[in-house]
């Protein structure tokens, strides 16, 4: 089906359907290594360029390349690519756009690793980076270097739920002839669609909300133009993060539901935030959908909705986030986000509890923050989960 001028939820089930010679309805998984050529001619063709049919799995396969146009159909880019995790995405394209003596801009609360690669990594390579507060648009213009090649930005970020103006930034990284990347895995095309705000590239981890049911890890990358693309494709290839058929079938199945997902956690996690900024037992909230929020305009302008992610602190400290840890039934204790179950997580006594308690206050981890990545359950049993783990602390 031509989904050009379909909206967003046709596209969602159509786009980059593949057609068979049996009208099979579902893309079917082509777990395949490898094609056969029809002659030495065609088999010339396809390595020249001059036909696309496949050649070979890391360079590309029906399944997997079904799942990339859809993507870049939500995100209204040229074409994506997929991965094999969301960090491949990642490093893949740190590797396609940075050379030694480059320097990367990137949000001071990026994804862990999205920053480790950097300093572990990359820094061996002579690449230089600067990790500040996107959401000050004056840090990121005076943080512009003559060798900078890629402003890097997450929005909203994670835990700390801060938003970057990706048009601004964009109009500025124009400007410097700069390229502009957006990890939007937490908000997905759904309710953000970065290339239409002025950015080059938007990445994804797929494991999250896109494929929504916490059972692959993926990842994917779009770009807006061919160029910029096909420098990519290129990287992808040589380095080999590429996605697996298997994986692909499995994305491509539950991104069908990603608007039906999208909006009753986006609905439940408003409900939840109203109800926790009352709680006496909370200092405060962090919810794009909460007048509260420092970004609420922002978000209202930038997203079509406030996403189902949500940080807060409890008034009771460390010991307080072990309480509610410990006595949560419906929520269950995960690091990952984006699937139909709710997740929390306390980042002081799990994920970050090898991390001294100034390190932790430096990355804006306080001892009573809790994060709560809200999925598709009924509502009224997720504030009641919350509501008997609070009257234990
Ligand atoms: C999980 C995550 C990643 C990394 O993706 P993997 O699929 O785990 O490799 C990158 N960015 C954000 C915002 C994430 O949440």
């Given at each position: 089906m031509d989904t050009k001028n379909k909206g967003f939820n046709t596209k969602l089930i159509h786009s980059g359907d593949y057609e068979d010679c049996f009208g099979s309805v579902v893309t079917p998984i082509y777990q395949t290594s490898t094609f056969k050529f029809k002659d030495a001619g065609h088999g010339g063709d396809c390595f020249s360029g001059k036909s696309d049919d496949y050649i070979y799995t890391r360079m590309g396969n029906p399944t997997i390349n079904s799942l990339e146009c859809k993507i870049a159909d939500l995100e209204n880019g040229y074409r994506g690519i997929a991965f094999s995790s969301g960090m491949a995405a990642v490093?893949?394209?740190?590797?396609a756009v940075l050379s030694q003596g480059a320097h990367v801009l990137s949000t001071d609360a990026?994804?862990?690793?999205?920053?480790?690669?950097?300093?572990?990594?990359?820094?061996?390579?002579?690449?230089?980076?600067?990790?500040?507060?996107?959401?000050?648009?004056?840090?990121?213009?005076?943080?512009?270097?003559?060798?900078?090649?890629?402003i890097y930005l997450e929005t909203p970020t994670n835990p700390t739920i801060m938003l970057t103006d990706i048009r601004k930034i964009a109009d500025i990284a124009k400007k410097y002839g700069i390229l502009v990347c957006v990890d939007n895995t937490f908000s997905t095309p759904y309710l953000q669609k970065p290339l239409d705000l002025g950015a080059d590239i938007v990445l994804h981890s797929i494991t999250k909300f896109i494929n929504g049911h916490a059972d692959?890890?993926?990842?994917?990358?779009?770009?807006?133009?061919?160029?910029?693309?096909?420098?990519?494709?290129?990287?992808?290839?040589?380095?080999?993060?590429?996605?697996?058929?298997?994986?692909?079938?499995?994305?491509?199945?539950?991104?069908?539901?990603?608007?039906?997902?999208?909006?009753?956690?986006?609905?439940?996690?408003?409900?939840?935030?109203?109800?926790?900024?009352?709680?006496?037992?909370?200092?405060?909230?962090?919810?794009?959908?909460?007048?509260?929020?420092?970004?609420?305009?922002?978000?209202?302008?930038?997203?079509?909705?406030?996403?189902?992610?949500?940080?807060?602190?409890?008034?009771?400290?460390?010991?307080?986030?072990?309480?509610?840890?410990?006595?949560?039934?419906?929520?269950?204790?995960?690091?990952?986000?984006?699937?139909?179950?709710?997740l929390i997580q306390h980042p002081a006594s799990m994920t970050h509890a090898g991390v001294s308690k100034e390190a932790r206050n430096n990355a804006g981890?306080?001892?009573?923050?809790?994060?709560?990545?809200v999925g598709i359950e009924d509502v009224e049993d997720l504030i009641d989960d919350m509501e008997n783990a609070l009257r234990k602390i």
């Open positions: 490093s893949t394209v740190y590797m990026v994804y862990g690793p999205s920053r480790a690669v950097l300093e572990r990594d990359f820094s061996r390579f002579g690449v230089e980076y600067s990790f500040v507060d996107t959401s000050k648009i004056e840090l990121v213009e005076k943080a512009i270097k003559p060798n900078t090649k890629l692959i890890v993926g990842g994917v990358v779009v770009a807006k133009d061919k160029d910029v693309y096909d420098n990519l494709r290129k990287t992808m290839t040589f380095m080999g993060g590429n996605m697996d058929p298997h994986q692909a079938y499995m994305v491509n199945r539950g991104v069908k539901t990603l608007s039906l997902r999208m909006e009753r956690s986006g609905k439940s996690a408003q409900k939840i935030a109203e109800y926790l900024e009352k709680h006496p037992k909370v200092e405060w909230v962090r919810y794009p959908g909460l007048k509260s929020h420092p970004h609420y305009e922002l978000a209202k302008k930038q997203m079509t909705g406030f996403g189902s992610m949500i940080s807060f602190e409890l008034k009771g400290g460390f010991k307080a986030g072990e309480i509610l840890m410990n006595n949560v039934k419906v929520a269950a204790l995960a690091v990952s986000l984006g699937g139909v179950e709710s981890i306080s001892d009573g923050l809790v994060r709560y990545a």
